[in-house]
């Protein structure tokens, strides 16, 4: 079979294509010198590609062009610029002239610069031979010798603008939410608007997650074209999407950084954009999900193939109220459940007895821990479990004995109040001499109890984003979250055993900046099972399970007071990396028991949930490897209908032995019987023969 190489171009028509398993996107550089959008979808060959027409535009007076591979601001342009910039002078825009490219296996670099003013800039993109993701990013260079004073301002520079079929830019899907109600997924019409997703609050947030998905209102589950779209950043992000009367592709141009906030590219300098990664599927939503999920695992995170412990976490059983009696007996408990780490969550160190004092001081608490941390370590280590901690690294508050030394460190505007939420300030990261100080002692105390396993909180949006002695204030606006990717990435190298949960307040930082250097993500603190249903659904859309936290907590929910049969907030927290989370001194010797069971149930399938395909059904979740499946199904009784079985093998029920012709579960369905109580649930696992 002849391979195609996963990146060509035609000289005569300066057109590029770009070749996954399953599609194409095609790009040229016009006679006008600016790269044109012609192709994202079904696979097409080099040949079809260069004898596609471009997309011209409207031609009046009021024009708007659009179809371009990054929309810029200049000539008859009055679309949503990705590229928005000022010179020294005042000029403002874009003129391209294109200077050429190179093309390195399964990269593609298109070189641009400015007609007049010292801008360059390169499209980035990189496609692999396993995944119809395709990764887009951008370079901007001053080109100006490094000693000069001309400084460009930068106020808007988008990763990459993507471009839809106008006729399929119909739906948009997304999620929103808040804290302990993150992701909820929302499909609507796509307004003849601009339509902003962004977050200004320095973290990706609780109130809509980084990514789009674009349909023409015909997918659903199982088919149907989808476009979609992720943004790897944890910082302020926006994303715009631009439906058009006029019949141009819609568009959606995104990347870090929110309106009004804007940076200064300096002479000699250079600065790479995260990467807005794309993927065009003919599944519909579920094979979309399964696309970024395996892209994710193969591409994204830092240890893909190992499994995903039992997490036993403190917090919702003794709040900051931690002591080294209560999280012995908690430990003992965890361990004898089969829980295989135990996490202690805050208020651990300095003088952390509530929200208002301690984060900072870095130390145990000498009353509550008076020996260090040691005595607790040894006796979760002696009862077979790992090591885990709590920590909150870009925090402070006032009540710290590091605000006090240190009150600068905080982001913070002259004349203007320092804005408290939950008592505390952020850390400004994007500060050297604060991102040593926490590499510093998050690395003594990794090394000094050999933690397994850090839990990186961060609980409150930036207010007052200012650094009145910084070099260009504005920019700690992405440079804080670099700061925390810098200090996560070295602290894993320095510590290759470290395993890293990331966290914001629940899921105010759940992304592909920081799936690419943590193992999981705490998607909220809403432990509710039957609310735990809607967000595991919305982050399951571009997020795979293993990088899920769940835990089983309490019944009533702490948080909602809702009540559930304990195997039905197993079975929940069982769709992704189980934990437990609740107060184990309070539960029976039957709830422990039947916990038991369940962690060892868990166990069995943990290899087809964390590794295996995950399929949404109809009041279920499905997960398949080659010849296993487990199906977790809440909801009434019925026949459930599975997915992606082979209809001619023969499926064995492993608790009952009962046998399933994979046909019929196809298209008759499981049959289910699920109890009946508030909360009714099943695990099924079968096996292929
Ligand atoms: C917010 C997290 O989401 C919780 O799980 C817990 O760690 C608290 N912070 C601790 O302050």
Known sequence: MQQVSPVSFDASSRT??????????????????????????????????????????????????????????????????????????????????????????????????????????????????????????????????????????VLRCDAAAWSVPAASGVRLSHTVGQWSGETQLRRTEAPYAETVFTSRRGVSGHFANPWLMVDAGDADETGGEVWSMVLAW???????????????????????GHDGIGWRLRPGESHRTPVFAGQYSRGGFGATSRGWHAYIAAHVLPRPDEPRPVVYNSWEATGWNVTLAGQRALAERAAELGAELFVVDDGWFGARTDERAGLGDWHPAPERFPDGLGPLVDTIRGLGMRFGLWVEPEMTNPDSDLYREHPDWVLHMPHRRRTELRHQLVLNFARTDVT????????????????DFLKWDMNRAFTEAGWPAGPD??????????????????????????????CAGGGGRADLGMLARTDQTWISDNTDAADRIGIQHGYSQIYPARTMSAWATD???????????????????????????????????????????????????????????????????????????????????????????????????????????????????????????????????????
Request: contains cysteine; proline residues 5%.
């Open 234 to 256: 944890s910082g302020s992000w926006r994303i715009t999407a631009q439906r058009d009367f006029t019949g141009a592709p819609f568009t959606v141009t995104g990347g870090a």
């Open 436 to 451: 040593e100080w926490a590499f510093k002692w998050l690395d003594r105390l990794v090394a000094t109890y050999a933690i």
């Open 473 to 502: 204030a504005e920019r700690l606006w992405s440079d804080h979250t670099r700061g925390v990717y810098a200090v996560i990435d070295r602290l894993r190298a320095a510590h290759p055993h470290l395993r890293i949960e990331g």
């Open 16 to 153: 590029f294509l770009l070749t996954t398993p399953a599609t194409s996107y095609a790009l040229r550089v016009g006679a006008d010198d600016v790269p044109h959008h012609l192709h994202w979808g079904a696979p097409l060959t080099l040949d079809h590609a260069s004898a596609l027409p471009s997309y011209d535009g409207v031609v009046s007076s009021f024009a708007s062009t659009g179809g371009e591979e990054l929309g810029v601001e200049g000539g008859a342009r009055f679309g949503v610029p990705s590229l928005l910039v000022r010179y020294a002078d005042g000029a403002r825009g874009v003129e391209w002239h294109y200077e050429g490219h190179e093309i390195e296996g399964s990269e593609l670099r298109v070189r641009l610069r400015d007609r007049h003013y010292p801008l360059g800039c390169t499209l980035h993109y990189a496609v692999h031979e396993d995944s119809d993701v395709i990764e887009r990013s951008l370079t901007l260079r001053h080109l100006g010798a490094a000693d000069g004073d001309d400084t460009i301002e």
């Open 555 to 689: 019944s009533p929910n702490p948080y909602t007071g809702r009540t559930a049969p304990l195997r039905h907030r197993f079975h929940i927290a069982m769709a992704g990396a189980l934990g437990i989370g609740g107060d184990l001194s309070r539960w029976s010797d039957a709830e422990l028991a039947e916990a038991r069971e369940l962690v060892a149930l868990y166990k069995e399938i943990r290899p087809v949930v964390q590794f295996g395909e995950q399929y949404r059904l109809d009041d279920a979740v499905q997960y398949r490897t080659d010849d296993r499946v487990v199906v977790i199904a809440w909801g009434r009784s019925r026949g459930l209908r599975l997915a992606g079985l082979s209809p001619t093998d023969i499926y064995t029920d492993e608790a009952t032995g009962a046998e399933h012709h994979g046909a019929t579960l196809l298209t008759h369905g499981l049959p289910l019987r699920l109890p009946k109580e508030d909360g009714p649930s099943a695990v099924v696992r079968l096996r292929r023969r």
